[in-house]
């Protein structure tokens, strides 16, 4: 039987983080789990309810009362907050603008790590976030630190927002993409950090299909060895 190896993605907005682990998990039959669309299931059921995103205690009373599923449907990753799908939705910029802050209560996130650790405990997975490789899988195979300029990471959305027909100004997203990593890296929680023993690419003069080959080669190497 092949072994079924652990893959940890990790890096700041934009880097390229879920377009390649899909990818990567599409090509060697593994399940794909995107960490950070949990932060914004529960970040978009919070302003929809009208839950102060800075009450921990209300965020986390809120996050314990619903159910986050991601499903795979037609190739893509549905995300579902108590049956309703909110694949769309949790994608607003408003989600965007307040997940860093949901994101930084502790609470919130032991209690999501520990349904994305359940996720991930059968191995075979591909797991995209800020803190896969140091908090949710640290004894993953193969983790990967992704990087880019913050110029080529505003660029990359911007690009992808216009292809989508939606409004962007890129030195909004360039402000934003800034605020946001420095919360994230910032916070006292599991900040967003290269795990030591992660692998670091920076992406800004790759395409993604060179992304994918490095990454697919070095979980090859550690699927085969014995
Ligand atoms: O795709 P993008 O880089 O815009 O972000 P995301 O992966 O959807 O994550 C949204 C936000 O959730 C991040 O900016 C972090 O604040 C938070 N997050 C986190 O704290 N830990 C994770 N494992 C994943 C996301
Ligand atoms: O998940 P994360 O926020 O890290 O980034 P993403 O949503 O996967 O990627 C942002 C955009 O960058 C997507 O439109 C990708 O196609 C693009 N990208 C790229 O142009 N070159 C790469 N090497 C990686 C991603």
Redesign the pocket.
């Known amino acids: 039987m092949t072994k079924k190896i652990s893959i940890a993605i990790d890096?700041?907005?934009?880097?390229?983080?879920?377009?390649?682990?899909?990818i990567v998990a599409d090509q060697l039959s593994y399940i794909y789990i995107?960490t950070?669309a949990m932060y914004r299931a529960l970040t978009y059921t919070a302003l929809e309810s009208g839950t102060d995103i800075h009450d921990e205690e209300q965020l986390c009373h809120l996050l314990k009362n619903i159910q986050i599923e991601l499903k795979q449907e037609n190739g893509r990753q549905a995300v579902l907050v108590d049956g309703e799908n909110v694949t769309m939705e949790i994608r607003a910029s408003e989600v965007t603008n307040s997940v860093s802050v949901v994101a930084a209560h502790r609470t919130v996130r032991e209690e999501l790590v520990c349904r994305q650790q359940e996720l991930g405990k059968q191995g075979g997975v591909v797991m995209?976030g800020r803190d896969i490789g140091t908090k949710v899988l640290p004894q993953a195979e193969l983790k990967i630190f992704?990087l880019?300029s913050v110029d080529i990471?505003a660029r990359?959305?911007h690009?992808?927002n216009l292809e989508k027909g939606y409004p962007s100004d890129l030195e909004q997203l360039k402000k934003e993409i800034m605020l946001r990593d420095q919360s994230d890296t910032e916070r006292e929680v599991s900040p967003l950090k290269k795990a030591e023993d992660a692998i670091e690419i920076d992406?800004s003069a790759?395409?993604?299909e060179?992304?994918v080959e490095r990454i697919t080669a070095m979980a090859k190497e550690r699927i085969e060895q014995p």
């Open positions: 890096g700041p907005a934009a880097a390229g983080k879920s377009t390649v682990a899909r995107d950070g995209d992704l880019a990471r990359r959305r690009k992808e992406t790759l395409s993604v060179e992304v």
